[in-house]
């Protein structure tokens, strides 16, 4: 069974050209795969385990290009090198350094990279999406030997990093506890920590410091 064509885009470079793919395979595995063509006659092939892309079908965007017009038009949004690829009708173009709504999710780049707002107010959550390229230990995957059908150098491994927007556009990043989350508004805000002990909850996701910002904003602590 040939492997199943998700989506391919041409990314042209300075020394090389790429094309990045997603496939699935025989066995139902997502993998990405980077084409290098170092010369005419020289082409480099290496496959990673899962996708690169938010998500792996194009999408209607919607973003704003030179002198503020809105333009809709068939996107991916690409984690790894935090941009977007539009398809036009001859051509795949990378875009960076402006907002994009997905699929009804909106992101907003912030010095070249992608965040989505999770809420609203002076003080927001934000969220940032992205993955690394995590190699397999050479001629090894999951243990087992090269010729043990390794068809992967490595796999995509999607990160989710969290951060507090300030209303002098500060940008803090957070863990979902109680002590980084109150770190970050302490250096903000003096005298904050006894309203952060009135709120009397325990922070353990997202939609809790959420509640904490609401909860400090209605009391007219920002």
């Not at 793919?21 to 480099?44: A, C, P, Q, R």
């Amino acid at each position: 069974m040939k492997p199943f064509l998700i989506f391919i885009a041409c990314l042209v470079g300075l020394d090389t050209v790429a094309q990045t793919g997603v496939f699935v395979n025989e066995k139902g595995e997502k993998y990405t795969e980077f084409d290098y063509k170092m010369s005419s006659e020289s082409l480099i092939k290496n496959k990673y385990k899962g996708s690169i892309y938010w998500k792996d079908t194009l999408t209607l965007g919607r973003f704003s290009v030179a002198g503020g017009d809105t333009v809709a038009k068939l996107v991916l949004l690409d984690l790894l090198n935090q941009q977007f690829l539009v398809h036009f009708e001859d051509n795949t173009r990378a875009i960076t350094n402006t907002n994009l709504t997905l699929d009804g999710h909106h992101f907003v780049c912030i010095k070249g990279r992608f965040y989505e707002p999770l809420s609203v107010g002076k003080v927001k959550v934000l969220v940032h999406h992205s993955c690394v390229l995590k190699e397999y230990a050479k001629g090894y995957k999951d243990g087992l030997p090269e010729s043990l059908d390794n068809d992967f150098r490595g796999e995509v491994v999607r990160k989710k990093d969290f951060y507090l927007l300030f209303p002098n556009h500060k940008l803090r990043p957070i863990q979902l506890t109680d002590y980084s989350v109150s770190l970050a508004l302490v250096r903000h805000y003096e005298s904050i920590e006894w309203h952060i002990e009135q709120f009397g909850k325990k922070i353990n996701n997202e939609a809790d410091v959420i509640q904490l910002l609401h909860f400090l904003e209605v009391r007219g602590v920002f």
